[in-house]
Nanobody, 115 residues
C-alpha cells in the first residue's frame, strides 16, 4: 500500500506561480512512477505531468514550458512548479503513484487562478 498526500494549492493571480508537493509513504520502494493530474469543474481528469522512477518525464502539451515536475527521492516527494499560471489552469490537482499492483491517489488540492 502507498499513501500520497498533496499540499501547496491555493489562489493566485494569472501570471503567478505555485509549487505543489506530493509526499508518498508506505511501500514506496514499489513506486514505478508518480504524476499530477487535474480536473476542472465539469471536465474529466487529465494528465498534467508524470515522472518515472528512472527519471523519464512527460508533460501535457498545455503546460509544456510553464510547469516543471521534479522529485526528491530521499523524501519520497514529487513537486510540480507551476509558472505563468492561467485562469484555465484552475482545477483540483491530484497526485498519483503507480506501482505494479495498482495506482494510488491523493485527495487533491485546489488551484484557483484569477484573471
Amino acid at each position: 500500500q502507498v499513501q500520497v498526500v498533496e499540499s501547496g494549492g491555493g489562489l493566485v493571480q494569472a501570471g503567478g506561480s505555485l509549487r505543489l508537493s506530493c509526499a508518498a509513504s508506505g511501500s514506496t520502494s514499489g513506486i514505478l512512477a508518480m504524476g499530477w493530474y487535474h480536473q476542472a469543474p465539469g471536465k474529466q481528469r487529465e494528465l498534467v505531468a508524470t515522472i518515472t522512477r528512472t527519471g523519464s518525464i512527460n508533460y501535457a502539451d498545455s503546460v509544456k514550458g510553464r510547469f516543471t515536475i521534479s522529485r526528491d527521492n530521499a523524501k519520497n516527494t514529487v513537486y510540480l512548479l507551476m509558472n505563468r499560471l492561467k485562469p484555465e489552469d484552475t482545477a483540483v490537482y491530484s497526485c498519483n503513484a503507480r506501482t505494479a499492483f495498482g495506482e494510488y491517489w491523493g485527495e487533491g488540492t485546489q488551484v484557483t487562478v484569477s484573471s
